[in-house]
């Protein structure tokens, strides 16, 4: 017998019940597969292609088959579509003749963040697709107006009916154009906020979770050798001695892998999860490879196939006294991990979604325990200034504006 719907779920499935397209901007954890599978065994289509990234495609598989799917259904990765011409080019001949025979058909784009950019093979291949379908939902866990930017491809997906408009318009109406140095960039119409949402909220659903259980979050600051770290940054700042875009990125990121691979920083690291049943996200290789010469962890990285993957988390599921390294990409999207209840930073990362998204691996719906984020970090300006920036909920490209701002406030 199926669990009951949550009151958030209730409200999602009726509201849509009545659309021919949405989007569940539902947190992760708060069960939007469930009513994403719901939606399509109501409308009762003929076939559902489910399109989603590779690393979370078994998760995907064990919903459908937990809740139930009325018809026929294909589950592909975006990273397929684009890869693999020979396996686009079946799909695409399948749904359209699936439309000619006068099939109703239902897709699903899980973790649309995934076509937010319009140039990439993926997103102009999954609108291709798209075009012979009669439903479309989109899932994913940001708010609608968390990443303006991104709005764009994600609701031209659903349907071009919904800001009526192209890309060119689109920016034109809701961002503003600045030139420094040469450089062009844009950033979002604040005072057009409202219109934005006034187009797009009429399809789409948010919810965040309602989590019941305690979150603690816990830091703590190591000194390292800050020798590497000024060397690195005066080499930088030597071969790029100007504000543009391109230098500045190098020499954040120069500076956010040399912070993650300071040796003090990992041996503290491994003394603290050696025995202890966690998730421990890091953001490099080598530092990784640091951690786990000093204690014994189950690891994953973006070289760790999906079925190895796979059998780890059974191991470190079932061992509970072994950590767990893994890469932030690797484990941001799809990961249920609720039998945890800790994670551990070794490092972290400008990006907000990201680094939101790892915590909801442990903080889910069905969550037992209270859970807690510990940081261990290199106490170096580059790490602090990332806690800044995720507290204030920007981007590295927002910092990176409002330095070039300044710089060219300076010049005048």
């Not at 539902?26 to 292609?49: C, F, H, I, S």
């Not at 031209?156 to 034109?172: A, H, P, T, V």
């Not at 960039?185 to 309602?210: G, W």
Request: net charge positive.
């Amino acid at each position: 017998m199926p669990a009951e719907l949550t009151d958030k779920q209730k409200v999602a499935l009726e509201r849509f019940k009545k659309l021919k397209v949405g989007a569940l901007f539902m947190r992760q954890g708060t069960g939007k597969t469930r009513v994403a599978l719901e939606l399509v065994n109501y409308n009762k289509p003929d076939y559902l292609l489910y399109i989603a990234p590779v690393s979370t495609i078994e998760n995907a598989r064990a919903e459908i088959e937990k809740w139930g799917c009325c018809c026929p259904y294909d589950i592909i990765g975006y990273e397929t579509i684009a890869s693999s011409n020979e396996k686009y080019v079946k799909l695409h001949d399948k749904v359209e003749k699936l439309k000619k025979d006068g099939k109703k058909m239902f897709i699903i784009a899980d973790e649309s963040i995934f076509i937010k950019n319009g140039k990439s093979k993926r997103t102009y291949r999954a609108k291709e697709l798209r075009k012979y379908f009669d439903y479309a939902l989109i899932l994913n866990g940001t708010p609608l107006t968390r990443n303006e930017w991104d709005l764009f491809n994600q609701m031209d997906f659903l349907s071009n009916k919904i800001l009526n408009m192209n890309y060119r318009e689109f920016i034109k109406m809701f961002f503003v154009e600045h030139e420094h140095n040469v450089q062009r960039y844009h950033t979002f119409y604040e005072p057009n906020r409202p219109a934005l949402v006034k187009l797009c909220s009429p399809y789409v659903y948010e919810a965040d979770l309602d989590f019941e259980k305690e979150e603690h979050i816990y830091m703590r600051w190591v000194t390292c050798s800050q020798t590497a770290y000024r060397e690195a940054k005066e080499r930088v700042l030597t071969a790029y001695g100007d504000y543009s875009i391109d230098s500045l990125l190098t020499l954040f990121s120069e500076l956010q892998r040399i912070a993650a691979n300071m040796p003090a920083k990992n041996e503290a690291v491994a003394e603290y999860i050696t025995g202890r049943q966690c998730v421990c996200f890091c953001n490099y290789r080598d530092e990784i490879k640091q951690i786990q010469k000093l204690c014994e962890c189950y690891v994953i990285t973006g070289k760790t196939t999906l079925k190895k993957r796979k059998e780890i988390i059974k191991k470190f599921r079932e061992d509970g006294n072994r950590p767990l390294l893994i890469m932030l990409g690797c484990g941001s999207f799809g990961l249920n991990l609720q039998f945890c209840n800790e994670i551990v930073y070794s490092s972290i990362n400008f990006d907000y979604a990201k680094m939101e998204q790892s915590q909801y691996r442990i903080k889910r719906m069905g969550q037992e325990s209270d859970i807690s984020y510990r940081y261990i970090l290199a106490d170096t300006g580059i790490n602090r200034m990332m806690l800044k920036n995720l507290d204030k909920k920007e981007s590295l490209l927002d910092i990176i504006k409002k330095l070039i701002e300044e710089s060219a406030e300076k010049e005048v």
